[in-house]
């Protein structure tokens, strides 16, 4: 488990910098302790839940928001110092509708690059080059509020290339898409990374995370709680999840007490359903189910299943790093695991 | 890691110290782009413009018909020829709620968002969408002046007429930016259509759009006579009937040059304000 706070150095030169930036709204923490590094050619995946910090996080790093304290750097300019040179260093794409449903496709693109200061030639030259690169031409020249959210998101990633940023940030580019344009997208930040583009991008999605990035980081109540390759965290997540459906509330609540007794790590999902990852051990899932049944609790329904985001969250975040959070449901561990102590000392 | 061979390069244009010269070009320049863009917007969905006319229409037919005959009896003048310069000030006024409310719908939606991350005068944002207001205001008022003439009412001169709908224009400029002020203060479009009407509705009824200010009570004469609306109005008048009136006339040149002077900063200020 060492990796998971292993100092992890980009590849290419570095592009985007932000150590330790914290950033409240009111009496909200959104986020606390937040550093990272990403190099040109590289795609660094910011991991989380909602409300964990991410977008927060990018608003920072593309000058939307002032960090509280901290500071962050694109190719050496200050985000707050000089964020009208970042500002052209960076492209931005993500879950907002920054693209005009009133206008074409080809008129937004041509909006951005007059707010870029593309020369006429030059923009009409960068259109076309995008449409073919982002396989716009079927929808482009349509008004925006006809098209598909795969069709939508695929343009505001051009907008966002208006400029060739040599950085890019992604807030949840594929949320709420369907898998055909998902893999679309993946395939255009795979070829962007490869030209030498430093990508940010924000999921929730572990395949995506896997899928594209370089290394990925875990991110959760504004703080990094773990950080490595897409192979190091999942050879610590690997873990098949036992997932037992209890008859009602009460029988669930005694069956977590009763593992819990017995010393397994145990969670409670929505409705009465406690989930204990099983490791490599499918034995444990008999024994579990054995324990259960010598104590006269009757069990509704249970499967074997692979590890999702909530269980990487259940295991992670279960030590001393982070309470519970009230959003993410995740247990009181009685005897956490010990991996617990320098995970937030991440680079 | 990876195996490819990074390669990345500053963009060929990166400005790094821009001087003052260059930063008012390129917010002038950016200034259009908003400006095409809100252009375009309205030539697909011209629904504002239509109800800026309709309201000036309405407002037209409704004072005419309905008041014309006890108003212009009292104040002994041609209800039609006192009204329909009023109803062109009111009708630039539209244009101040336009700019509010499409200002509040882009800061909550994200748009402004995206736009704080370009490399753009971020007060361009506001000031391309007043100057779309102004020309859709135009446009508003010839439509306008179309069903006044058709009711019946004429110009006294030609360029008493182009130079009633320019000072109508002017002064709509103005609150404008009142507009854009009370949105990027409070950036909720339900809360900001309410305070439009707040600031709209006593000028524009204690003015002297609908009725001269002598028919009014005498406590309330030195606001009617001086409020910036019945100074619009008054000069508006003078000028479409082609007997200009100098002094409503630099009255109203200056209460614009104050909004402007007021609003455009606070805006500024309020609208570079990163959100918390």
């Given amino acids: 488990m060492n990796n998971r706070s292993a100092q992890v150095t980009p590849a290419g030169p570095t592009v985007i910098l932000a150590r330790q930036l914290a950033k409240s709204f009111g009496d909200v923490a959104a986020v606390v302790d937040v550093s990272l590094e990403v190099g040109a050619g590289e795609v660094l995946a910011v991991l989380g839940p909602n409300g964990a910090g991410k977008s927060t996080t990018i608003h920072m790093l593309t000058t939307v928001l002032e960090p509280e304290s901290g500071e962050a750097s694109i190719l050496g300019f200050d985000v707050q110092r000089q964020p009208d040179v970042v500002r052209q260093l960076i492209g931005v794409a993500g879950q907002g509708s920054a693209v005009d449903e009133q206008l074409t496709g080809r008129e937004n693109l041509a909006l951005f690059a007059r707010l870029y200061k593309l020369p006429r030639s030059r923009a009409k030259q960068r259109t076309e080059e995008l449409v073919a690169q982002l396989d716009l031409g079927s929808f482009v020249d349509r008004l925006v509020g006809t098209y598909s959210g795969?069709?939508?998101?695929?343009?505001?990633?051009?907008?966002?290339?208006?400029?060739?940023?040599?950085?890019l940030f992604l807030?949840?580019?594929?949320?709420?898409?369907?898998?055909?344009?998902?893999?679309?997208?993946?395939?255009?930040?795979?070829?962007?990374?490869?030209s030498g583009t430093a990508i940010v991008l924000t999921t929730q999605y572990l395949e995506e995370a896997d899928r594209l990035a370089d290394r990925v980081m875990i991110v959760d109540q504004g703080r990094v709680v773990a950080q490595g390759t897409p192979e190091s965290l999942k050879q610590e997540l690997r873990s098949d999840v036992l997932a037992i459906r209890m008859c009602d509330d009460a029988g669930a609540q005694a069956a977590e007490m009763l593992m819990r007794a017995a010393g397994h790590l145990v969670g409670r999902a929505d409705g009465p359903v406690v989930q204990v990852p099983v490791n490599d051990d499918p034995g444990l899932a008999l024994t579990l189910l054995a324990l259960l049944q010598k104590e006269n609790l009757p069990v509704a329904d249970f499967q074997l299943r692979r590890p999702t985001l909530d269980d990487v969250f259940l295991e992670i975040t279960s030590g001393p790093v982070s309470s519970p959070s009230p959003t993410s449901s995740l247990p009181q561990v009685a005897n956490p695991p010990s991996f617990g102590i320098d995970v937030e000392e991440v680079a | 890691m990876t195996t490819h061979s990074p390669t990345?390069?500053?963009?060929?244009?990166?400005?790094?110290?821009?001087?003052?010269?260059?930063?008012?070009?390129?917010?002038?320049?950016?200034?259009?782009?908003?400006?095409?863009?809100?252009?375009?917007?309205?030539?697909?969905?011209?629904?504002?413009?239509?109800?800026?006319?309709?309201?000036?229409?309405?407002?037209?037919?409704?004072?005419?018909?309905?008041?014309?005959?006890?108003?212009?009896?009292?104040?002994?003048?041609?209800?039609?020829?006192?009204?329909?310069?009023?109803?062109?000030?009111?009708?630039?006024?539209?244009?101040?709620?336009?700019?509010?409310m499409s200002l509040a719908a882009d800061l909550t939606d994200g748009a402004s968002d995206r736009f704080r991350t370009l490399p753009m005068s971020q007060v361009a944002v506001v000031a391309g969408k007043t100057v779309a207001d102004a020309l859709r205001n135009v446009a508003g008022l010839v439509l306008v002046l179309l069903v006044a003439v058709v009711m019946g009412y004429r110009f006294g001169s030609g360029t008493?007429?182009?130079?009633?709908?320019?000072?109508?224009?002017?002064?709509?400029?103005?609150?404008?930016?009142?507009?854009?002020?009370?949105?990027?203060?409070?950036?909720?479009?339900?809360?900001?259509?309410?305070?439009?009407?707040?600031w709209l509705f006593p000028?524009?009824?204690?003015?002297?759009?609908?009725?001269?200010?002598?028919?009014?009570?005498?406590?309330?004469?030195?606001?009617?006579?001086?409020?910036?609306i019945s100074a619009a109005a008054d000069a508006v008048r003078g000028l479409a009937a082609g007997t200009p009136d100098l002094g409503s006339i630099v009255l109203t040149i200056g209460w614009t040059v104050l909004l402007l002077g007021v609003f455009v900063p606070l805006t500024a200020r309020a609208y570079r304000k990163v959100r918390t």
């Fill in chain 2, 203 to 228: 000028l524009m009824l204690a003015s002297t759009v609908f009725a001269p200010a002598a028919s009014m009570p005498g406590w309330l004469t030195p606001f009617t006579t001086y409020q910036p």
């Fill in chain 1, 171 to 194: 807030d949840e580019p594929t949320t709420g898409l369907d898998p055909a344009s998902r893999a679309d997208l993946w395939e255009a930040v795979t070829a962007l990374a490869a």
């Fill in chain 2, 8 to 100: 990345f390069r500053l963009p060929a244009g990166l400005v790094i110290d821009p001087g003052p010269g260059l930063v008012v070009r390129r917010a002038l320049r950016d200034t259009g782009s908003v400006l095409w863009r809100d252009l375009l917007r309205t030539s697909r969905q011209p629904d504002t413009l239509v109800f800026a006319v309709v309201m000036g229409a309405f407002f037209l037919l409704l004072f005419n018909y309905v008041f014309g005959g006890s108003i212009g009896a009292g104040a002994g003048v041609d209800y039609l020829e006192f009204l329909v310069p009023g109803i062109l000030v009111i009708t630039a006024l539209q244009g101040a709620q336009q700019t509010s």
């Fill in chain 2, 160 to 198: 008493g007429a182009i130079a009633a709908v320019a000072l109508a224009t002017l002064v709509g400029y103005g609150f404008s930016w009142l507009g854009a002020a009370i949105a990027a203060a409070v950036r909720k479009p339900d809360t900001v259509g309410m305070l439009s009407m707040f």
């Fill in chain 1, 150 to 167: 795969g069709q939508r998101r695929r343009l505001d990633l051009a907008a966002a290339l208006v400029a060739e940023p040599p950085a």
